[in-house]
């Protein structure tokens, strides 16, 4: 019997990236996005079918599984890729775009893993694959809102993989680092605020030195053959490293004290910032 993995946010990079992957690999694919009438490649790929899902409306996220559900006959992983980036200075952030970061990135994630547990529980069997990130553990400056939510993922994953496992329910986490995506141009979010002009040095030396790592980075296609070793490994581990440095770096945040590793990361992302 054919697999079944249910994706939220294919409309492009990772989770486009990750339809294709598992097609081709001859799983069935529930690809869900906000706007499916405006897709038109995956719907032709072999086992693939579109569902509308916004991961900020139950209604939404429930009809979308239960019609995969009825169309396939059963999932089997869940793998939660919708997100995206609000970046810049947190003083500048609105109250409306912590909210919205905050109710996609983290809230939307738990909205779609409770829903989807009754039907896994039934089975006593299923995975629950959560993209978060390598800044899920570590952090850089001016991306404090989402290193907020990527760290929240974690936590919750890491307790919520004890209290599933004794229903064979496997909870894991593929930690990207830096991946050439539109995380990085049309579905980043800047905060704005003319207003307030102290960080203005600041922030114009580490803003283009962050958005360097994305220029430069592999494409989501690395991060889809991990998703898939993920859901096909049959087993209880919780964390996925790929992409780039970010095995390495996750590596030796675990090794050096807080002032060395802190101290790298400044002299990789503040380079060419002068205080004062």
């Known amino acids: 019997m054919k697999q079944t993995i249910f994706i939220t946010g294919t409309s492009s990079g990772i ?21 499916p009438e405006k897709e038109t490649e995956m719907q032709h790929w072999q086992g693939v079918k579109l569902y509308k899902l916004d991961v900020s409306d139950t209604s939404s996220i429930n009809t979308a599984i239960a019609a995969a559900i009825n169309d396939f006959g059963s999932i089997d992983v869940l793998c939660n890729n919708a997100g995206y980036g609000a970046v810049g200075i ?26 989807i547990l009754p039907h896994f529980r039934s089975k006593r069997n299923g995975t629950v694959i959560n993209i978060t990130s390598m ?17 929240a993922m974690e936590g919750f994953s890491e307790s919520l993989a004890f209290e599933l496992r004794p229903l064979n329910i496997r909870v894991k986490c593929v930690e990207p680092g830096a991946i050439k995506t539109e995380f990085y141009t049309q579905s980043q979010v800047l905060f704005e605020n003319k207003s307030i002009k102290d960080y203005d040095n600041y922030e114009s030396v580490i803003y283009p030195n962050t958005q360097k790592e994305g220029k430069n980075a592999p494409g989501p296609d ?27 770096l996750l590596f030796m945040r675990r090794i050096l004290p807080d002032s060395w590793f802190f101290g790298i990361v400044r002299t990789v992302v503040e380079k060419g910032f002068k205080n004062g």
């Open 222 to 248: 690395v991060v889809a053959k991990t998703i898939y070793k993920a859901a096909t490994d049959n087993n209880f581990r919780l964390r996925y490293a790929v992409g780039g440095v970010s095995p390495l």
């Open 90 to 115: 947190f003083e500048k952030a609105t109250e409306e775009q912590i909210k919205k970061q905050f109710d996609t990135n983290v809230f939307g994630c738990m909205n779609v893993i409770r829903a």
């Open 135 to 151: 800044g899920g553990l570590i952090t850089f400056p001016i991306y404090s809102l989402y290193h907020g939510t990527k760290w």
């Open 15 to 35: 989770g486009k990236a990750t339809v294709k992957h598992f097609s081709e690999h001859g799983w069935q694919v529930a690809a869900t996005l906000r706007n």
